[in-house]
């Protein structure tokens, strides 16, 4: 999913609570570097300082989501 497709989509969309906590808890991850990727328009230092991680953990978890910007 990218940035374009995160704002149209997921941004807006309210939690499913019929989901597992795991699922759920991935899902505001992944909701969350999203927001803050676009937020830094795609500028990993500002998004980690953002989110709090080191850039190596964002990195991380932008491979794991498959995040692209």
Same mark, same amino acid.
């Given at each position: ?18 989901? !597992? ?6 899902? &505001?991850?992944?909701?969350? +570097?999203?927001?803050?990727?676009? /937020?830094? $328009?795609?500028?990993? !230092? ?6 709090? &991680?080191?850039?190596?953990? +964002?990195?991380?978890?932008?491979? /794991?989501? $498959?995040?692209?910007?």
């Amino acid at each position: 999913m990218d940035l374009k497709e995160f704002r149209d989509r997921v941004y807006y969309r309210t939690i499913n609570l019929d989901q !597992t906590f795991r699922e759920a808890k991935r899902e &505001l991850e992944k909701a969350m +570097l999203l927001h803050h990727m676009a /937020k830094s $328009k795609g500028n990993i !230092t500002k998004a980690s300082k953002s989110l709090g &991680l080191s850039r190596p953990t +964002l990195y991380e978890k932008i491979d /794991k989501y $498959k995040i692209k910007f």
